[in-house]
């Protein structure tokens, strides 16, 4: 079981650049999130999935999008970064219930110049 | 609007040392689970615990304890006899049982381990 897994691990972009990040999860977990961590705040939400096909805003989403198209992938896009977005992201999965633990991925690196 | 708050931003403490890291939470649901989780330095987030909002039991695995106590809305995570290697950041999450299994963290404790 290679888990979560996220790609890629480093990623620099210049303002106005957009990027994909891919999140893939080999546990059948029917949920999978986006988090942002920044120093100082912890890991905020950004988008989350309760299943295939379906999305949900978390608590910043301004600026990301994402598509769960395959119930084991997560897709986060930046369509145009800015230099606010950058941050390390973390995606995660679970079972479904809020008394699951969450599973991370081991995050991505990402600078916007 | 759910929170977790962990007022201790850093905290170093030689090693063999017993330390306690704080988390206190505000929920409005009665029904909740409480989380913490390690981020070595290395990065990835590493599950410790669960805790539902229903047991109050104490938990301890090894040298790690953790104290749960709702009349203070708090969910205390302890090291006794510390070690380098639990030199990481810690954090405190909270998931409702009507939030959407969506995870709120705290800001997280940063705790140094000195040889």
Partial sequence: NAGVTQTPKFRVLKTGQSMTLLCAQDMNHEYMYWYRQDPGMGLRL???SVGEGTTAKGEVPDGYNVSRLKKQNFLLGL??????????YFCASSFVGYDYEQYFGP??????? | AQKVTQAQTEISV???????????????DTTYYLFWYKQPPSGELVFLIRRN??????????????????????????????QVVDSAVYFCALSEAFGNEKLTFGTGTRLTIIP
């Fill in chain 1, 46 to 48: 950004i988008h989350y």
């Fill in chain 1, 79 to 88: 369509e145009s970064a800015a230099p606010s977005q950058t941050s390390v």
């Fill in chain 1, 107 to 113: 995050g991505t690196r990402l600078t916007v110049t």
């Fill in chain 2, 14 to 28: 030689v090693e063999k040392e017993d330390v306690t890291l704080d988390c206190v939470y505000e929920t409005r």
């Fill in chain 2, 53 to 82: 909002s229903f047991d109050e039991q104490n938990e301890i695995s090894g040298r790690y304890s953790w104290n749960f106590q709702k009349s203070t809305s708090s969910f205390n995570f302890t090291i006794t006899a510390s």
